[in-house]
Each structure stands twice: as C-alpha cells, then as structure tokens.
C-alpha cells in the first residue's frame, strides 16, 4: 500500500516507523514496527535469521511497500527521499560484466551526475583503484562488496541503509569499512546497518536494535558483555 | 539534454556494451531464425509464386519467436545481483528504462531481420511485384509493435517462476492484430496484387496505443514487488 505525504505525520531530522506491517502472502515478516531513529546517528539493527531485518531495511529504501502502516524519511515518503537515500543490499547490485568505474559511470547518470570525478572519488574512498579495468565478476567477494558500498554512497546521501556490508569480508576489510562508516556518521549521516557481526561495531554504533519475529525486541545504546549478536 | 533523455541514453549504451561482450542475446536470434529458415525452405519446398504468398507469413512468425529470445534476455541481465533495485531506489524515471530497453531491442530485432531478410529473398527466390520500398515502413512499425509489447510483458513476467513461458503467453494474443497486419501488408507488397496502405495505418494506430499504454504502466510494473 502506498501513501502519500500528506499521511505521513512531520517529522523533519528524523526517520519514523509506524505500525510497519509487512506480508508476502500469510507470512508477516513485520508485524507492528513502531519506532523513531534519530538523524545523524548509526544504528546497527541486530536479529536472527526471518527476524525481518532486511524486510525492515528494503521497506526503509521504498523497495517493500508496508501492507499497512506509514514510513517517514526526513518528513517524506520513501520514494520521494530516494535521492536522500543510499541502498546497500546482500546481493552486490552491480552489472557483472562491467568494470566498477563503469558501473560506477552509470549510476551516477540515474543522479544527473556526469563526468568521472565523483565515481573516482568514491572507488578511492572504499580503497579501490578506479584504474581497475577486468569485471566485477571477477573480483573478490571483499573487493564487490567494497564497489557495493561506493555505489550506495555515490550521490552524498544523507541516509545509508546497510544489509550485511561485512558478509565474506575478512576482518581488515571489515574494520577498513567501519572506520569509513563511522567517518560518515561523523560527517552527520544517518546509518543503517543489518549485521550479524554486531561486535565489529561495538564503541562506533549509536544504538543496537534487536528484532524478533517481525518487531523491535530492544534498542539499546551499547552490546550487553557476552550477548554480541544474540538476541536479549 | 533533458534527465529523461541522458538517462534513457546511458541505459541504452549500457546494455548494447552488455549484448556486445555478452552476445547473448544476438547469438541465440541469429541461430534460432537461420534454423527457422533452413526448416521452412525444406518443409515447403515452395515456387517463386507459391512463395510470394507464404513468405510474409514465414518472415514474421520467425521475427516474432525470435525477439522473443531477446525480450527475456534483456530482464534476466537486470535480475542477476538484483541489479534492478539500484534503478528502483534512484530517482531515475521509469520510463526511461523502458524506452532504453526498447530501444535496444528495437536495434537487435531490427539488426536480425537485416541479416536474415537475404537469406529469405535467396532460399525462397522472392522478386517484389508491389512498391518494394512500403517494406520499409512495414519492417520498422511491425518489429515496434513486437518490441514495445514485448518489453512490458517481459518485465511484468519478470518475477513470476517460469517467465521465459509466460512471455509469449501474454505477448502472443496481444500481437494478434499487429501479426496479422504485417503479414498481410508484406503479402500485399510481395505479390502487388493489392495495396498495403490500410495496414500500414492499421499497424501505426497499433503502435501509438500499445506505445502509450506501455508508458502508462510501466512504473506500476517497475515498483511491483
């Protein structure tokens, strides 16, 4: 169900979930989310496997539309935040046959950005060589996730959403990414971030969101010693 | 140059690089007809004036199996890495991907039937007794009709678990009309025996509904889950 502005309460410098219901046929994979995210902060949203983190996560993109109940980003619609809006999905989201500063080139023309500057800038910024010319099929899993996250950040969004940057990254590339995330938040934007790999991000992260079944279990602004990523 | 045109440019040179180091698309057209050809030509066996009359038939219900082969292609590209969301989370229109994939489309359907259209002159020894040059306008508002249709129903199969059989599932009865227009506007010009101007008409109305109704609907089919 889509809905329009106008019943969306205001709610400028924040992200706002309301009675976020989502169902693929009998399954609610969200069943009431009700909750507020404060703008510029990074939250990692933790939660077993079906807990419907990434469902919470597409709906924030636009790419789930809620069975019932309302999205607020930045006092608008998902889709009219999209510009305001960087997505980083599980799968990498990039043509396997391009090289990543072409992929990159393209992109940025769906932001009426032209010219190569801003894709260099972001491929560096991730550690990579935008000289790079063989395919992204052919990189590492690290390196594909590395090019994911400089699509994501390619227009200067003001809010990331996440899902599982450091599945099949080794644990360099992984602290590399979250120094670069925390400089982000740092810079005033709002993170997302799903991961199963919650201590990575311990003393960076602003809240910890624990889902189950479909809703938010607990928010807390740091790791309980021993749970890591267990649900409370 | 408009958002609009810039973003429907990018997307059509994207996926002619894609065809081009892929040759997916054009491969599996090119192999397709030519089998469609050489099966034809010794099933019939046909006279130059048997051939005249059966040919436009022949031609066209190659094109059309054969586009088919590239209309799944040119989605099934977008769904490997979920590659389409990035194009659903922009702000780009989405009309702008769907001119582009047409448009791409468009240029392969009409790039084959180039390469194909000798093969048929030479194993069916056509000679044209009509105005050969109204072929022309039959070929381009006949390989739009197949193109523009079969673009939006391929992506609105895109989901469904077996999209490479409900494509022409909803794509042939809807061509109907069009099929039969160019069929007889072809056999028309072939033989000379009658003029093909009513289904050229016919064949251009088609175009510009199917062309705005496709544009009407194709961001619903786009944003669907």
Known sequence: MSVSASEIPAANGIISV???????????????????????????????????????????????????????????????????????????????????MENLRYFARLYDI?????????????GLDPELSRPVGKY??????????????????????????????????AREMVGLLKGMRDAGKT?????????LLEGVADEFVWMQAGQIAERSSHLAPGVRTERP | ??????????????????????????????????????????????????????????????????????????????????????????????????????????????LLEALMAPLFVV??????????????????????ALVVNGTFFAAMSLRTRSRELMLPLLLFPVSIPAVISMVAATTNILTGEDSAHFYIVLLLTYDVVFTTACLALFETVLQAE
């Open chain 2, 123 to 144: 194993f069916y020894n056509l000679r044209v007794l009509g105005p050969a040059w109204q072929l022309i306008p039959v070929a381009l508002l006949g390989t739009w």
């Open chain 1, 114 to 126: 032209s010219g190569n500057s801003r894709p260099e800038q972001v491929i560096r910024l991730v």
């Open chain 2, 1 to 110: 140059m408009s958002s609009f045109w810039s973003i429907t440019l990018a997307t059509l040179s994207k996926d002619i690089r894609l065809e081009w180091r892929s040759k997916d698309a054009l491969n599996a057209m090119l192999f397709f007809s030519l089998l469609v050809v050489v099966i034809f030509v010794f099933s019939f066996d046909p006279l130059a004036e048997e051939s005249r009359h059966i040919v436009g038939g022949l031609v066209w219900v190659a094109f059309l199996f054969a586009a088919v082969v590239a209309l799944n292609q040119t989605w099934a590209r977008e769904l490997r890495n979920q590659v389409l969301d990035a194009y659903r989370v922009s702000p780009a229109s989405a009309n702008s991907l769907f001119v582009a994939k047409v448009l791409g489309n468009f240029i392969l359907v009409s």
């Open chain 1, 140 to 173: 590492s899993q690290g390196m594909r996730q590395r090019m994911s996250l400089a699509r994501a950040i390619l227009h200067d969004p003001k809010i990331l959403l996440l899902d599982e940057p450091f599945s099949n990254v080794d644990i360099h590339s």
């Open chain 1, 18 to 100: 309301c009675n976020l219901i989502k169902q693929f046929g009998r399954f609610a994979a969200l069943r009431g989310v009700d909750a507020e995210f404060a703008a510029g902060k990074f939250h990692v949203i933790l939660g077993d496997n079906g807990a419907g983190k990434t469902t919470l996560l597409r709906a924030l993109a636009g790419l789930a539309h809620p069975t019932r109940g309302t999205i607020s980003i930045l006092g608008k619609t998902p889709r009219e935040a999209c510009r305001e809006i960087g997505y980083m999905a599980h799968p990498s989201l990039l043509y396997d046959e391009m090289s990543g």
């Open chain 1, 191 to 199: 993170i997302f971030l799903v991961t199963h790999q919650a201590a």
